[in-house]
């Protein structure tokens, strides 16, 4: 396969960076993105042929400058995996609104004009990948802002799954389940809830970022030509069985 230019947002941790890794590995030319120039220092350090770039998805300038920054040095960009995401995980009652503005100008906002941004410079028969989450497939507790921003994502892949097909690109989300990074780990959790969670999953762990990269991988591949529009849950089982 031809050296392809690959966007991950949010690719100096977790899953973003365990993707840009895979893709790196396989020979691409990989462009990540992150807000702390440190953390891009250490994984260029540790992966020179990983190019960084500070920037703040939620910064509309800041998406700009990233878009021209990569035009300039690469040309277009052939796969964007829309990464970035954080969470709020309060009762509604709890919520403030700047708290509700922080997150949906990063997982909604960020996200929608991201993805705007990145198609002027997207040819025909390139790939999009959107990081949602398995918490809006379910109803749950805590989860109203998080769960809600990720709803809006997933359906904004529906949609645009008809926009861009004139220009025959795919477009799909992954859901992730309990997957073990630096936002959301066993450790963090300490072993009790860690250990309450665990049993949720039919497969009795937390996910590795690997195993959402290797995803990330195919749906980029020529073997995922006909997965378009989908929000594929990858959470062990999680999703699948009901939770007593
Ligand atoms: N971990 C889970 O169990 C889980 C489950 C379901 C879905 N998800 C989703 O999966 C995605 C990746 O999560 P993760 O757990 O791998 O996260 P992570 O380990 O915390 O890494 C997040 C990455 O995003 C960057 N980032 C955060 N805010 C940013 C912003 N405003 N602009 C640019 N970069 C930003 C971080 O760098 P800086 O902080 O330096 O900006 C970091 O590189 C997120 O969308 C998350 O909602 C996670």
Do not use: C
Request: hydrophobic share 40%.
């Amino acid at each position: 396969m031809r050296k392809r230019n690959i966007l991950i947002t949010g690719g100096s941790a977790g899953m973003g960076l365990a993707t840009a890794i895979k893709f790196a590995e396989k020979g691409d030319q990989v462009i990540i993105t992150g807000r702390n120039e440190k953390k891009l220092e250490e994984v260029k350090k540790q992966y020179p042929n990983i190019y960084t770039i500070a920037s703040d998805v939620a910064v509309s300038d800041e998406r700009k400058t990233l878009m021209s920054e990569i035009k300039e040095l690469f040309g277009h960009i052939d796969v964007l995996f829309s990464n970035v995401g954080v969470g709020i995980f309060k009762p509604l009652s709890d919520i403030t609104e700047e708290e509700f503005d922080q997150l949906v100008n990063i997982n909604y906002k960020g996200t929608f004009f991201l993805i705007q941004e990145a198609l002027k410079n997207m040819p025909d028969d390139s790939r999009i990948i959107v990081n949602a989450s398995w918490t809006h497939h379910r109803g749950l507790m805590m989860s109203s802002l998080y769960g809600s921003t990720k709803a809006a994502i997933s359906h904004l892949v529906k949609t645009l799954s008809i926009e861009l097909a004139d220009k025959k690109i795919n477009i799909n989300a992954i859901s992730p389940g309990y997957i073990n990074t630096e936002q959301f780990n066993e450790a963090m959790l300490g072993e009790e809830a860690a250990q309450s969670r665990k049993v949720q999953v039919p497969m009795q762990r937390f996910g590795k970022a690997e195993e959402i990269a290797g995803l990330v991988y195919f749906l980029a591949s020529p073997e995922a030509s006909y997965i378009n529009g989908q929000d594929i849950l990858v959470d062990g089982g999680l999703t699948a069985v009901h939770n007593y």
